[in-house]
């Protein structure tokens, strides 16, 4: 769903729900990869999308159809469902490396897709679909091995028997291809058992970066320990045991690519101000809620900041308990 913001005259403005979410991630990749940065886009129906990329600072290479498409480097790649239709294309990603490759109107369009889908299950690419518009194929090249998906499968059943709630596999992927895509600090609130936890860590890596996890609970603490070191991830991310709130303050002033929060949910819109106050939100950084559908009566102060000004947001159902993405448009005012 989409709600409008407050501000005006912003690069923004006018696009579609769809649109709106290529531009914030764009906006981000052209925070965490720098100037150089390109994208490619392919098909015949993105004008919408073009300006979406423009807007967020990503200059582009545009092919109509394959009949000219060369491979080039690029940190994102946005295909419509006309170019699904034959996906040859998609079979060597090598040159993409940690691009972030985004299939339009997947679900409008699935049984044209889904020769893309096999395509990039046979090449070994993570993916993971975003129901924005009429569909997104969301996917990084490189896939998680057998060892992982065994480890945190037994996390993902033991929080659906003893809790908290996990994430959905959809919802993890997503936080693996952003971590994979963006690199850079990973800050996660709220750790649980360590299941997205272990995503995030996966993604940055093999992109470069770090994960810190603020869990509150001892055992969760323990728990998610074992897990990642078991995974052979304890290089690239820390669980800190601690309220986030009283603590934030270890992290002051060291930008994040991405913020994950799944914590008190009634306690969101503190953890905003604190990651505000701290400046650890800068322009660029990417926002990630869950429950915000679910628990939208708790969360709705939270809600009401993230649509405000300074921010742009939209609200998907990547799993029933709703997932609001924020792109911070500048280093807000501190609280």
């Given at each position: 769903?989409?709600?409008?913001?407050?501000?005006?005259?912003?690069?923004?403005?006018?696009?579609?729900e769809d649109a709106l979410l290529v531009f914030m991630f764009t906006r981000?990749?052209?925070?965490?990869?720098?100037?150089?940065?390109?994208?490619?886009?392919?098909?015949?129906?993105?004008?919408?999308?073009?300006?979406?990329?423009?807007?967020?600072?990503?200059?582009?290479?545009?092919?109509?159809?394959?009949?000219?498409?060369?491979?080039?480097?690029?940190?994102?790649?946005?295909?419509?469902?006309?170019?699904?239709?034959?996906?040859?294309?998609?079979?060597?990603?090598?040159?993409?490396?940690?691009?972030?490759?985004?299939?339009?109107?997947?679900?409008?369009?699935?049984?044209?897709?889904?020769?893309?889908?096999?395509?990039?299950?046979?090449?070994?690419?993570?993916?993971?679909?975003?129901?924005?518009?009429?569909?997104?194929?969301?996917?990084?090249?490189?896939?998680?091995?057998?060892?992982?998906?065994?480890?945190?499968?037994?996390?993902?059943?033991?929080?659906?028997?003893?809790?908290?709630?996990?994430?959905?596999?959809?919802?993890?992927?997503?936080?693996?291809?952003?971590?994979?895509?963006?690199?850079?600090?990973?800050?996660?609130?709220?750790?649980?058992?360590?299941?997205?936890?272990?995503?995030?860590?996966?993604?940055?890596?093999?992109?470069?970066?770090?994960?810190?996890?603020?869990?509150?609970?001892?055992?969760?603490?323990?728990?998610?320990?074992?897990?990642?070191?078991?995974?052979?991830?304890?290089?690239?991310?820390?669980?800190?045991?601690?309220?986030?709130?009283?603590?934030?303050?270890?992290?002051?002033?060291?930008?994040?690519?991405?913020i994950f929060i799944d914590g008190a949910k009634e306690e969101y819109l503190?953890?905003?101000?604190?990651?505000?106050?701290?400046?650890?939100?800068?322009?660029?950084?990417?926002?990630?809620?869950?429950?915000?559908?679910?628990?939208?009566?708790?969360?709705?102060?939270?809600?009401?900041?993230?649509?405000?000004?300074?921010?742009?947001?939209?609200?998907?159902?990547?799993?029933?308990?709703?997932?609001?993405?924020?792109?911070?448009?500048?280093?807000?005012?501190?609280h």
């Amino acid at each position: 769903m989409r709600v409008e913001t407050r501000s005006r005259n912003q690069p923004y403005e006018g696009l579609s729900e769809d649109a709106l979410l290529v531009f914030m991630f764009t906006r981000a990749l052209r925070k965490a990869k720098g100037a150089g940065a390109r994208a490619v886009l392919m098909g015949r129906s993105l004008s919408l999308m073009r300006d979406a990329v423009s807007n967020a600072g990503l200059s582009a290479s545009e092919y109509y159809d394959l009949t000219d498409f060369r491979a080039e480097p690029a940190v994102f790649v946005l295909a419509d469902h006309t170019v699904c239709k034959c996906a040859d294309w998609l079979a060597d990603v090598g040159h993409l490396r940690d691009a972030l490759i985004m299939l339009h109107g997947y679900l409008r369009h699935l049984n044209t897709c889904y020769t893309a889908l096999q395509t990039l299950r046979e090449v070994k690419a993570c993916t993971t679909t975003l129901p924005v518009g009429p569909g997104f194929l969301t996917a990084v090249p490189k896939d998680v091995d057998r060892e992982f998906v065994n480890g945190v499968t037994n996390t993902y059943l033991s929080s659906l028997r003893e809790g908290p709630m996990p994430v959905s596999f959809n919802t993890a992927k997503l936080l693996y291809v952003l971590a994979r895509s963006l690199g850079g600090l990973m800050v996660e609130v709220g750790t649980g058992r360590g299941f997205s936890t272990a995503w995030l860590a996966a993604g940055v890596r093999e992109s470069g970066g770090e994960v810190l996890s603020f869990e509150a609970k001892e055992v969760r603490v323990r728990e998610a320990k074992s897990l990642l070191n078991g995974l052979g991830l304890s290089e690239v991310v820390e669980v800190i045991g601690s309220d986030f709130r009283e603590n934030v303050h270890s992290i002051a002033g060291r930008r994040a690519s991405l913020i994950f929060i799944d914590g008190a949910k009634e306690e969101y819109l503190d953890y905003l101000r604190a990651l505000e106050s701290a400046e650890v939100i800068g322009e660029g950084t990417l926002i990630l809620a869950h429950n915000t559908v679910s628990h939208i009566r708790s969360i709705s102060p939270y809600i009401e900041a993230v649509y405000g000004e300074g921010y742009v947001s939209l609200t998907t159902m990547t799993d029933q308990a709703g997932l609001t993405i924020t792109l911070a448009l500048s280093s807000p005012k501190r609280h």
